[in-house]
């Protein structure tokens, strides 16, 4: 890895360092006042390094900081739809919030959190990744309370209670892998290269799992995803739903040993995976507001990556980091423009901002030459031609279901108000880059040709689940408002439960304190510390009543 | 016996920065037309730069410096001796000091002519002085019975900062720290006394070599720590803080919260790592660490249910007390004590917890100015009012969350790895939790400040810019110590191996 | 022509006898006053007990250790400090506690 000053590593010093230093610019009166408009502008050094960095590093902070950068071809991919998406949605928030009151403190929690996530992809050292998780993950907290609604202070606590529970698992697990390491902070690949002979190892991957799991949104953790995701602004949505759950992906693909591949922990992934995919699209099904379905589908969606990453895992395959990025990428784009879609083509819109919905809408599910195809056809392999594949093949089906039902609640929704073209450019750029950009990486990512894609039996393959859920689809129109009503978050109602008996606790701990501080008994507690102390220095010195007697 | 230390031109440096703040306060009480503030414009600079000088002097010489009083060496002279731990504790008080100084100079400037009341400003810079020497006194000395002495100068100028306002609720909160703080004295000298009859030496580098782990000497040092404990407010001892804290004024309690409640702790460090002989076992080092335990999981969920923002922090202040606790059992095992994470982790949280504490005190003293009251109910609005305050203040509350970058955070990776690489998963799941309790006060502090309310209308003016920056810059040191390397400092273990 | 117990050991039990009463005292007594007196009784209990140290080293030889002297003269000093200034704030709280009444009667 060069350490040295190169192009390729200030673009990637810059991706993050660029809306830093516009957060940090906020500090001034004039800055401040434009820092809305500076918005588009932020994530263009991080298109940059995507488009002509790969490859690249740079060396912050040598020993024993080690803060390093360095850009892989998954991190590459990611980072540049991030930094498209970031950028796009900042246009669409220019105009979308210009009213909004408080836009000045949502550029600055949009800009932190952008700044945590565009640096996710690009760190390679074990410090600076928790940084960059942290910012991305706790600033996000900003957007999803934005709106300051009940709705929206709910969701946003219950998002940074998990979000810092999440952050707990993954300080264990990093302290756990770094233990052992001669540098204080070792780069993430030399860590996870010793992972399988860890003592710990099992420790280790479901602490690893679970903190990224709880980001991606895997059952039962997904239940502040439903709740956090469609009470945002509408840009801020499309950078949670496409960008943010995408903190978890990268994690466990730089996380995971696949080069040594591990049966057990990969087939728990895939199993975890799978019952998410199927379980977000039975309860998504019942949700009637847009946003709300759309958040159940990413769940879904990041169920099939989790699958992914864990049939990738099992067979121990190095190109998974690649292909699940592949994957996360069309989400990514779909999924962003698609909340973004629902800003302007909610209720009755016009037919050819319709038309464009279903296509991406449909895409998640697979449809034959839209991304979504594109990504189903290069994660195929991995699942090899048994019951796994099957499921994964009829997850589209689910997500064919799931996306009729939404496309069916968007046009039932309240009119969007008449947009501009400072909304739908936006919006168009990026449902357009989620194709181009697709087809364009596709033999990079797969390594396969373009040739096979349009292949009959390739289409065929896109299509039969579809078509399925397209059948499945007509009787669950029917059943309609006849579904029982399961509330957003779903399993989430059974934690709030939890909630009073927390109450308790912490009021259990307060009288217990008051008892404490009264004087006879915080008097008695200090004969009894230096009697219980007396004892445990003379065992410690081994010459207590057991060795006297 | 061991070879006569000479007095040089740098270990004058000790005396000076014991001796500064006293001479300090003979000015302000000798000097009546002198303005106390004055006194303290030109005292405090000065001490900073002694403090420096000692780090400076201790770092590039990679030894203690010691000084002997009057040529009189142990057992029956005193000795005064600086290594790497205690420089870093003297810079650490001066810049503190400095901060509260600066912060101070307004609030507490004597009014002019005959009519304002002069004795509020002239108790607070003395008292200040006093504190500041006593501390130097505690981070320098080296004899037992000496610490006593710091220790009471440090109590006694302490309760007469709690309860500088005069209010009837302050009075008796000073009684209760003054009364329990005797108590932990006696206990102290009680010890003293055990180990005196003992060894007949109390220079802790003399008794290094004597002590041994006999049932005296364990029950003199298990006294000695529950006395030290009491004045550290470590729980269950902490009934007098709380109200303490939060009534006096805020750089008082920054000073009070950083500095104050550290060295008593210094002092149990002293006697646990460079007194006590290694035991074979680490019982009681866990003992120490499970009250620290329940300092973090209580406390910090009594912070969280705390109406006022001062009783707030003082709460936290106890809880992250317990922090430093954990580090007994962590720096145990096969390595040198000061070449262990667990001692650097528990060092560093002792730093950052100062910087971070100090800055939240300020803040919370900008917020009641402004706003008249410290109830967090009634903070919404304030961000627009006060952003500098706020923004000081989340910062620090990333310190105290242990997120990243922060001192905190280092300090908590630490003793996470000491706490994984020991195998003692309890005390990695009590830093964890603990971690995430106090994520739950700050942001309820940070949520009622950032919420559209009526704070932003109400109240004083706000507070000039100058005092805003001296908390934000508080709060700035402890997310900067979030860029010190993750292993053992060189620093810390200076003067560590060879004891005088 | 040994005594029975030696002056030592006399004033040994003396010192604890007097450090419990003081440390019940501090503990248990509820008047902060009382607890004040308790506190002197501790502390005169451990004086004593340095006392005791310093005659002991006389075996050795010495008049009397020095050292215990010049403790138990410099504790003395610290113990009046600390007495004074809690008398000091007992006597502001018993001011600060009458005064809302004497202020009641200001009022026309």
Redesign the interface.
């Known amino acids: 890895m060069s350490g040295s000053l190169n192009l390729a590593g200030l673009l990637l010093a810059a991706a993050p360092g660029l809306p830093l230093a516009l957060l940090a610019s906020a500090l001034w009166r004039g800055p401040r006042a434009r820092l809305m408009r500076l918005l588009p502008f932020a994530p263009l050094p991080a298109l940059l390094a995507a488009l002509l960095a790969p490859g690249g590093a740079l060396v912050l902070?040598p020993d024993?900081?080690r803060l390093t950068l360095a850009l892989d071809l998954p991190g590459a991919m990611l980072l540049g739809g991030a930094a498209l998406l970031w950028s796009l949605a900042g246009l669409y928030a220019a105009s979308y919030m210009a009213r909004d009151a408080?836009r000045t403190?949502f550029a600055a929690w949009w800009l932190a959190t952008m700044a945590g996530s565009l640096a996710l992809f690009l760190v390679a050292d074990l410090?600076s990744f928790?940084?960059a998780f942290?910012l991305a993950s706790?600033a996000a907290y900003g957007l999803v309370?934005h709106e300051?609604t009940p709705a929206a202070g709910r969701a946003a606590t219950l998002y940074?209670v998990l979000a810092?529970?999440g952050?707990?698992f993954l300080?264990?697990a990093f302290?756990?892998l770094?233990?052992?390491e001669a540098a204080?902070?070792p780069m993430i690949a030399e860590a996870v290269a010793r992972l399988p002979t860890s003592p710990w190892r099992g420790a280790i991957l479901t602490l690893l799992i679970l903190g990224f799991a709880l980001k991606m949104g895997l059952v039962p953790l997904h239940v502040w995803m439903p709740l956090a995701h469609p009470v945002a602004p509408m840009p801020a949505s499309a950078a949670l739903s496409g960008i943010i759950v995408k903190a978890g992906v990268i994690g466990l693909i730089r996380f995971l040993p696949f080069e040594a591949g591990l049966e057990t922990a990969g087939t728990v992934l895939v199993a975890l995976g799978l019952f998410t995919a199927f379980y977000a699209v039975a309860v998504g099904v019942t949700q009637h507001h847009p946003k709300v379905v759309l958040a159940y589908s990413t769940v879904s969606q990041m169920g099939v990556i989790a699958a992914v990453l864990g049939a990738g895992l099992a067979l121990g395959d190095t190109r998974t980091g690649t292909l699940a990025a592949y994957y996360a990428l069309h989400h990514l784009l779909v999924k962003g423009a698609l909340f973004l879609g629902v800003g302007v083509a909610a209720g009755r819109a016009l037919p050819w901002q319709r038309a464009i919905m279903a296509l991406l809408a449909l895409s998640l599910a697979g449809l034959p030459f839209t991304s979504g195809m594109l990504a189903k056809y290069a994660v195929k392999d991995l699942f090899g031609d048994g019951f796994a594949l099957l499921l994964v093949t009829l997850s589209a089906t689910g997500s064919t279901l799931l996306m009729l039902h939404f496309l069916r609640r968007l046009a039932r929704a309240p009119d969007a108000k008449p947009a501009g073209t400072a909304l739908l450019a936006p919006w168009l750029a990026v449902a357009a880059s989620s194709l181009v950009a697709l087809w364009v990486l596709f033999p990079v990512a797969s390594g396969a040709g373009y040739g096979a894609l349009i292949a009959p039996s390739a289409l065929w393959k896109a299509a039969w689940p579809m078509l399925l859920g397209a059948a499945l689809y007509l009787p669950l129109r029917r059943l309609g408002g006849r579904l029982p009503r399961i509330p957003e978050g779903d399993a989430v109602v059974l934690g709030e439960a939890l909630v009073p008996l927390a109450r308790q606790?912490?009021?259990g701990?307060?009288r217990?304190?008051e008892l404490?501080?009264?004087?006879?008994v915080?008097?008695?507690?200090?004969?009894l510390?230096?009697l219980?102390?007396?004892a445990?220095?003379?065992?410690?010195?081994?010459?207590g009543p057991l060795r006297a007697g | 016996m061991m070879p006569v230390p000479v007095n040089d031109a740098a270990s004058l440096l000790l005396v000076l920065a014991v001796l500064l703040p006293i001479l300090g306060l003979c000015a302000m009480l000798g000097l009546r037309g002198l303005h106390p503030e004055r006194v303290a414009r030109v005292a405090v600079p000065l001490g900073v730069a002694l403090a420096v000088a000692v780090l400076v002097e201790v770092w590039t010489g990679g030894q203690a410096l010691h000084y002997t009083l009057g040529d009189w060496e142990p057992p029956l002279g005193l000795r005064l001796r600086a290594d790497g731990l205690s420089a870093v504790m003297l810079v650490l008080s001066a810049v503190i000091i400095l901060a509260a100084a600066l912060f101070s100079q307004r609030q507490f400037r004597t009014p002019e002519g005959i009519a304002g009341d002069t004795r509020a400003p002239f108790t607070f810079w003395s008292m200040l002085m006093a504190m500041w020497s006593a501390l130097n006194l505690v981070f320098l000395g080296e004899d037992l019975f000496n610490f006593f002495v710091a220790l009471e100068l440090l109590t006694f100028s302490a309760v007469t900062l709690v309860c500088l306002d005069g209010r009837t609720a302050t009075l008796h909160a000073a009684l209760r720290y003054l009364l329990f703080a005797l108590l932990g004295s006696v206990l102290y000298l009680l010890g003293v006394a055990l180990i005196y009859g003992r060894y007949g030496v109390l220079d802790i580098g003399l008794l290094h070599e004597l002590v041994q782990a006999d049932p005296v000497t364990l029950a003199a040092v298990a006294m000695m720590t529950v006395g030290l404990m009491a004045k550290a407010s470590l729980f269950p001892l902490h009934l007098w803080l709380p109200p303490a804290h939060a009534g006096a004024p805020p750089a008082a309690s920054a000073v009070l919260s950083a500095l104050v409640v550290k060295a008593p702790f210094f002092l149990i460090l002293r006697l646990w790592f460079d007194l006590l002989p290694p035991l074979p076992s680490p019982l009681a080092g866990q003992l120490l660490a499970a009250l620290g335990a329940g300092a973090i999981l209580l406390c910090s969920l009594v912070a969280l249910r705390q109406a006022r923002l001062k009783l707030l922090i003082a709460y936290s202040t106890v809880a992250q007390i317990g922090y430093l606790f954990l580090m007994f059992p962590l720096a145990a095992g096969p390595l040198a004590f000061w070449e262990t994470i667990g001692w650097t982790g528990g060092v560093l949280q002792l730093v950052s917890h100062a910087f971070a504490k100090a800055a939240m005190f300020l803040a919370a003293g900008l917020i009641a100015e402004t706003l008249g009251h410290d109830r967090i109910g009634e903070f919404a609005g304030l961000a627009r009012r006060l952003p500098v305050a706020v923004a000081a203040f989340a910062l620090a509350g990333l310190s105290l969350m242990g997120l990243p970058p922060s001192g905190g955070f280092n300090a908590k990776l630490l003793l996470l790895s000491a706490a994984a690489a020991s195998g003692q998963w309890w005390i990695a799941a009590v830093i964890l939790a603990g971690g995430m309790l106090a994520a739950g006060y700050v942001f309820r502090v940070l949520g009622a400040a950032m919420a559209d309310g009526p704070a932003g209308e109400a109240g004083g003016p706000p507070s000039p810019l100058a005092r805003q920056l001296v908390v934000l810059a508080l709060a700035l040191v402890a997310v900067a110590l979030g860029f010190v390397p993750l292993q053992p400092f060189a620093l810390l273990g200076i003067g560590r191996e060879v004891l005088p | 022509m040994t005594p029975l117990v030696s002056a030592a050991t006399l004033f040994g039990l003396c010192a604890s006898g007097m450090v419990g009463i003081g440390l019940y005292g501090l503990i248990v007594l509820p008047d902060a006053l009382r607890k004040l007196l308790a506190f002197n009784i501790l502390g005169s209990g451990v004086f004593i007990l340095f006392g005791v140290i310093g005659r002991r080293g006389a075996a050795a030889g010495l008049d009397g250790d020095p050292v215990p002297q010049a403790i138990v003269i410099t504790g003395i000093v610290v113990a009046f400090s600390a007495t004074a200034l809690a008398a000091t704030l007992l006597l502001k709280i018993s001011d600060a506690e009458n005064e809302p009444e004497d202020g009641g009667k200001d009022e026309p």
């Open positions: 902070a024993p900081l408080r403190g410090a928790y940084l942290s706790l309370a300051r940074m810092l529970l952050e707990a300080l264990l302290v756990m770094a233990t052992g204080g902070n606790a912490s009021a701990a307060e217990l304190d404490i501080r009264r004087w006879p915080a008097g008695a507690l200090l004969v510390v230096i219980l102390l007396g445990a220095l003379q065992l410690s010195a081994g010459i």
